[in-house]
């Protein structure tokens, strides 16, 4: 099945007090933030799940696991 895409555009966001911009395509079929495998390699991402924190380059960001209705969201990598 393909995923209907209306386009793609930089969006800008900011984590932990930390700015940050990313190239994502837009569909109606999905609600979520997706970032590309591109993106953590651009950014030098290190995830260290032991600690909870991902470094993205110089910048350590604390990581918080979330529940919905005892649904557990994923994290999906795209390439």
Do not use: Q
């Not at 966001?13 to 990313?22: G, I, N, P, W």
């Not at 290190?46 to 924190?53: I, L, R, V």
């Not at 960001?61 to 005892?70: K, P």
């Amino acid at each position: 099945m393909d995923l209907p895409v209306l386009g793609n555009m930089d969006l800008h966001f900011t984590l932990d007090e930390h700015k940050f911009v990313a190239n994502v395509s837009v569909s109606p079929a999905v609600d979520e933030f997706l970032l590309w495998s591109d993106w953590p390699v651009k950014n030098k991402a290190k995830w260290d799940f032991a600690e909870g924190t991902i470094s993205l380059g110089d910048r350590l960001i604390r990581v918080y696991r979330r529940t919905f209705n005892e649904v557990y969201r994923c994290i999906l990598v795209a390439s």
